[in-house]
């Protein structure tokens, strides 16, 4: 065979390039209109920085390796000495400083006074989650424990400002010589999961001191995430009940041996966010202090919960537009019967009818961080809080692995592999059902929307959340006029499931109403409330404007 025949078997053609080195921001109408109807004014060149460092080939590189080169458990020493250290990749440590660096963590709560600190914090979340998730953990729960932490107002004295730091820090040091501190979470156990009340880790007083009332805590932990973070917000069960407590790594008197009694049993082998640490622990007379009154735990957890699943949505909402965008730039590129895959109807349908389903995820979880804006100043928007919160998490996640198996399907088997740029689909697709199970699955955000529901003044905000959608679509306006007595109505929870996705539904085409062209809300409407749609994606109607769908997804 001579060498010119050989050459050409190997010539490459009709493949893509890489969905990088591309502004995540500004190439994303869809979350820059979200953003302008929620949050007019804000200053947008913190994101427009954030989207182009999120979609560069360098950080995308850094994801990859991040997640190949998994985190590594070193219980002891060379000398047999109990060390308890998680190893990370160096991409890693790139992407915490990243995160921090653009104050994906605590630094809402110090920078109240712009009016939109969790909003535009909400939006360079899911830009970073379109790189890379797995990193988040650890963010997300710093940024969650921090107003709980006020209930030690000893701690966060000394601990505030370094939750709010920038720089961030990978040694494993007393927290005043650190520039910047992150924390986790230690609340489920193997007997009990979302079931916290079943918890059996004991804390027994010890005294007082600088920090409070001090505690031994001896027990276990099933799901502890982030096990290098500085220090924790732990559940045990007290004098007085299930009570909440703030547990070091380092211990404050910063002497020898002042390692806390904190042993990590072994990493968890994931389905995905394979960067991330989940650990599973034991505490052997560790050292807490109280954080709030003994017996409050449930309540605290339910607060904190409810940051971290507004972060649920936002990831999810942020891995769909990723893979939405895979998807499109490969369709643009690629040929298949003579035609470009985007030119091709079949791959119009389903690449529009994932951009709805983006867009109104993205739509939602942005109103949901709207609201925590502004829940402290607006009674409509604290109820807005307590029911979206639930629902977002719920219909959202629900609706990410669906969207990514179909994502990954308009690539093919370059969407299966693992390699090159569009390895990523396969790494979306595995972290999709994280979101949907961490900080309660599915049947827990629906007794979360029961609860919310109990309050009177419920279904008379909803319906005010509403009204400036009436009359814009009749599929709109019988679902949201049917809604208020259902929400007065429900009582069953077998039914919750149903009334969550419908309120998601409504609330999504009202909002798309008032931020998206009007072929996108008709769009949405007609096939998800008006029943012009199938069973998978790529079912909507013929009377869809696919031309304008699929510009504004990602503009040429």
């Known amino acids: 065979m001579t060498a010119a025949r050989l050459a050409a078997t190997h010539e490459v053609f009709n493949q893509g390039t890489p969905w990088a080195d591309v502004n995540l921001f500004t190439t994303n109408p869809p979350l820059q209109?979200?953003?302008?109807?929620?949050?007019?004014?804000?200053?947008?060149?913190?994101?427009?920085?954030?989207?182009?460092?999120?979609?560069?080939?360098?950080?995308?590189?850094?994801?990859?390796?991040?997640?190949?080169?998994?985190?590594?458990?070193?219980?002891?020493?060379?000398?047999?000495?109990?060390?308890?250290?998680?190893?990370?990749?160096?991409?890693?440590?790139?992407?915490?400083?990243?995160?921090?660096?653009?104050?994906?963590?605590?630094?809402?709560?110090?920078?109240?006074?712009?009016?939109?600190?969790?909003i535009e914090r909400a939006?360079?979340?899911?830009?970073?989650?379109?790189?890379?998730?797995?990193?988040?953990?650890?963010?997300s729960m710093s940024y969650a424990v921090t107003p709980a932490l006020r209930g030690n107002a000893a701690v966060w004295a000394d601990w505030g400002q370094g939750l709010a730091g920038t720089q961030y820090d990978p040694r494993m040091a007393l927290f005043s010589q650190?520039?910047?501190?992150?924390?986790?979470?230690?609340?489920?156990?193997?007997?009990g999961g979302s079931d916290v009340r079943a918890n059996t880790t004991q804390a027994v007083p010890d005294g007082e001191d600088a920090w409070g009332a001090r505690y031994r805590i001896t027990g276990h932990k099933w799901f502890f995430s982030a096990p290098m973070c500085d220090a924790f917000l732990v559940l045990a069960q007290a004098p007085g009940g299930l009570t909440c407590f703030f547990l070091p790594r380092m211990l404050p008197d910063g002497g020898e041996g002042?390692?806390?009694?904190?042993?990590?049993?072994?990493?968890?082998?994931?389905?995905?966010?394979?960067?991330?640490?989940?650990?599973?622990?034991?505490?052997?007379?560790?050292?807490?202090?109280?954080?709030?009154?003994?017996?409050?735990?449930?309540?605290?957890?339910?607060?904190?919960?409810?940051?971290?699943?507004?972060?649920?949505?936002?990831?999810?909402?942020?891995l769909?537009?990723?893979?939405?965008?895979?998807?499109?730039?490969?369709?643009?590129?690629?040929?298949?019967?003579?035609?470009?895959?985007?030119?091709q109807p079949l791959m119009r349908n389903v690449l529009a009818d994932l951009a709805l389903e983006s867009e109104a995820a993205t739509a939602l979880s942005i109103r949901l961080a709207s609201a925590f804006d502004h829940k402290d100043k607006s009674e409509h928007e604290a109820v807005m809080a307590r029911l979206l919160t639930p629902v977002a998490k719920f219909w959202v996640c629900k609706r990410g692995s669906a969207f990514a198996q179909e994502a990954m399907e308009c690539l093919g088997g370059n969407g299966y592999v693992e390699e090159g740029g569009e390895g990523t689909m396969a790494r979306i697709y595995r972290e999709m059902p994280l979101n949907s199970i961490w900080e309660g699955a599915g049947n827990i955000m629906a007794l979360d929307l029961m609860r919310a529901l109990r309050r009177a003044d419920t279904a008379a905000a909803l319906d005010a959340e509403l009204a400036p959608a009436r009359g814009?679509?009749?599929?709109?306006?019988?679902?949201?006029?049917?809604?208020?007595?259902?929400?007065?109505?429900?009582?069953?929870?077998?039914?919750?499931?149903?009334?969550?996705?419908?309120?998601?539904?409504?609330?999504?085409?009202?909002?798309?109403?008032?931020?998206?062209?009007?072929?996108?809300?008709?769009?949405?409407?007609d096939s998800r409330l008006g029943g012009d749609w199938g069973y998978a994606f790529g079912t909507l109607g013929a009377g869809v404007n696919l031309d304008v769908v699929l510009a504004r997804a990602l503009p040429t």
């Open 33 to 118: 209109d979200a953003l302008r109807l929620h949050a007019p004014g804000l200053p947008l060149a913190g994101l427009t920085a954030l989207g182009a460092e999120m979609g560069s080939a360098d950080m995308q590189s850094h994801a990859r390796l991040a997640n190949t080169h998994k985190p590594q458990l070193r219980t002891h020493d060379r000398y047999g000495h109990r060390t308890d250290v998680v190893e990370f990749h160096p991409s890693y440590h790139t992407l915490m400083g990243a995160a921090l660096r653009h104050g994906l963590h605590a630094t809402p709560w110090s920078r109240q006074d712009t009016g939109h600190a969790h």
């Open 472 to 525: 814009a679509h009749p599929a709109l306006d019988r679902l949201a006029g049917a809604l208020p007595l259902r929400v007065d109505a429900m009582t069953t929870e077998a039914e919750a499931r149903r009334l969550a996705q419908d309120v998601a539904l409504a609330v999504q085409a009202a909002l798309l109403l008032r931020s998206a062209p009007g072929a996108v809300f008709r769009a949405f409407c």
């Open 258 to 318: 002042s390692v806390n009694a904190l042993r990590i049993q072994r990493l968890k082998d994931k389905l995905g966010n394979q960067a991330n640490a989940s650990s599973e622990v034991e505490f052997i007379d560790a050292l807490a202090w109280r954080v709030g009154e003994e017996g409050r735990g449930v309540a605290q957890i339910l607060e904190m919960g409810t940051m971290t699943r507004l972060d649920c949505a936002l990831g999810t909402s942020g």
């Open 123 to 139: 939006a360079g979340f899911m830009l970073f989650t379109e790189a890379e998730p797995s990193v988040l953990c650890p963010v």
């Open 320 to 343: 769909m537009r990723q893979a939405l965008g895979i998807a499109l730039h490969h369709a643009r590129q690629r040929s298949a019967f003579g035609k470009k895959l985007i030119d």
């Open 178 to 191: 650190k520039s910047a501190l992150t924390m986790g979470m230690g609340m489920t156990e193997k007997q």
